[in-house]
């Protein structure tokens, strides 16, 4: 059964109290560049993203399992939600010279780190195009658009004074002059033919980057491998879970968990296995995909 987000950060900031003191018995600060797993980090100790790749060499790990065993060289990938990069640089490597690997970030705080990333490794660099936007959901008429204001979540600092998100935690952080356009019209300012895989990790946005790359992932088919959680939107409100789940059935997308296994088909029983306050990572898989590696 996946923990909840609050039991995760619980547990990493036992973890993190003894690095903090270690260090600073040591003098050395909480902020510093970092060599793990074969990439450069700017890290930031302080905050629970940045803090995993610190003490066990990525976040997620099993994702970016995942992806190396299925994103091929020459392969266009998208990480969408890219945040400071955790597994955009795991993309940009696997997809080789010939490949592509596109990181869509909204925040700017994240996306100067983001940057800062790529760019702390020269060779992989050339791979990867960073990208400062919001993705909006598509729709006729923008009133219908979500007030999101100028700020999303984008930050989950161990210890920090503002306000967090009821479910996950996290903190705003400032869209910046962040571009707002649909991923459908993303994807045809950048001139992508090609997409085989999109990791969106969007912490409630997922139905406004859906529904705008409807063509997308109807014409292009990639594999989606995509956080689903129940609460961040009400489960009959139009931009819920149910409305996400119907979207990608409709399009004749399969969800699989990272082993291999099939999860439920109706969107009652499969949010049955995401408990409150928690989420889980699912592959999501089109009709005639190609051959996938389960971990």
Same mark, same amino acid.
């Given at each position: 059964?996946?923990?909840?987000?609050?039991?995760?950060?619980?547990?990493?900031?036992?973890?993190?109290?003894?690095?903090?003191?270690? &260090?600073?018995?040591? +003098?050395?600060?909480?902020?510093?560049?970092?060599?793990?797993?074969?990439?450069?980090?700017?890290?930031?100790?302080?905050?629970?993203?940045?803090?995993?790749?610190?003490?066990?060499? +990525?976040?997620?790990?099993?994702?970016?399992?995942?992806? &190396?065993?299925?994103?091929?060289?020459? /392969?266009?990938?998208?990480?969408?939600?890219?945040?400071?990069?955790?597994?955009?640089?795991?993309?940009?490597?696997? *997809?080789?010279?010939?490949?592509?690997?596109?990181?869509?970030?909204?925040?700017?705080?994240?996306?100067?780190?983001?940057?800062?990333? *790529?760019?702390?490794?020269?060779?992989?660099?050339?791979?990867?195009?960073?990208?400062?936007?919001?993705?909006?959901?598509?729709?006729?008429?923008?009133?219908?658009? =979500? /007030?999101?204001?100028?700020?999303?979540?984008?930050?989950?600092?161990?210890?920090?004074?503002? !306000?967090?998100?009821?479910?996950?935690?996290?903190?705003?952080?400032?869209? +910046?002059?962040?571009?707002?356009?649909?991923?459908?019209?993303?994807? !045809?300012? !950048?001139?992508?033919?090609?997409?085989?895989?999109?990791?969106?990790?969007?912490?409630?946005? !997922?139905?406004?980057?859906?529904?705008?790359?409807?063509?997308?992932?109807?014409?292009?088919?990639?594999?989606?491998?995509?956080?689903?959680?129940?609460?961040?939107?009400?489960?009959?409100?139009?931009?819920?879970?149910?409305?996400?789940?119907?979207?990608?059935?409709?399009?004749?997308?399969?969800?699989?968990?990272?082993?291999?296994?099939?999860?439920?088909?109706? =969107?009652?029983?499969?949010?049955?296995?995401? =408990?409150?306050?928690?989420?889980?990572?699912?592959?999501?898989?089109?009709?005639?995909?190609?051959?996938?590696?389960?971990?």
């Amino acid at each position: 059964m996946p923990l909840k987000t609050k039991h995760k950060i619980l547990l990493a900031s036992f973890a993190f109290r003894l690095v903090q003191m270690t &260090r600073n018995l040591l +003098g050395k600060p909480m902020q510093g560049t970092f060599k793990r797993n074969t990439f450069n980090w700017q890290l930031d100790l302080r905050e629970v993203i940045d803090f995993m790749i610190y003490i066990s060499g +990525g976040f997620e790990s099993y994702l970016s399992r995942f992806i &190396r065993l299925n994103v091929r060289e020459g /392969d266009v990938v998208m990480d969408i939600g890219a945040n400071i990069g955790a597994h955009t640089l795991t993309m940009g490597q696997s *997809v080789g010279s010939k490949g592509r690997a596109y990181a869509v970030e909204a925040t700017d705080y994240a996306y100067q780190k983001l940057n800062t990333n *790529v760019s702390l490794n020269p060779k992989i660099a050339p791979q990867i195009t960073a990208i400062h936007c919001v993705l909006q959901a598509n729709t006729a008429d923008a009133s219908d658009l =979500p /007030d999101i204001g100028n700020a999303i979540h984008s930050s989950w600092p161990f210890q920090s004074t503002d !306000e967090r998100h009821p479910s996950h935690h996290g903190v705003l952080k400032s869209l +910046g002059i962040a571009d707002r356009s649909t991923l459908d019209q993303l994807v !045809e300012r !950048e001139q992508i033919t090609q997409l085989d895989l999109v990791k969106i990790d969007v912490d409630g946005h !997922e139905w406004d980057v859906l529904s705008g790359g409807a063509s997308t992932f109807q014409q292009l088919r990639p594999v989606i491998l995509m956080e689903l959680a129940t609460d961040y939107n009400e489960s009959e409100h139009a931009r819920g879970f149910k409305s996400i789940h119907r979207f990608l059935t409709d399009l004749n997308y399969t969800f699989y968990d990272f082993k291999g296994k099939a999860l439920p088909t109706k =969107p009652q029983a499969l949010a049955a296995t995401i =408990p409150p306050g928690s989420s889980r990572n699912v592959v999501a898989l089109p009709n005639a995909s190609r051959s996938i590696q389960y971990l």
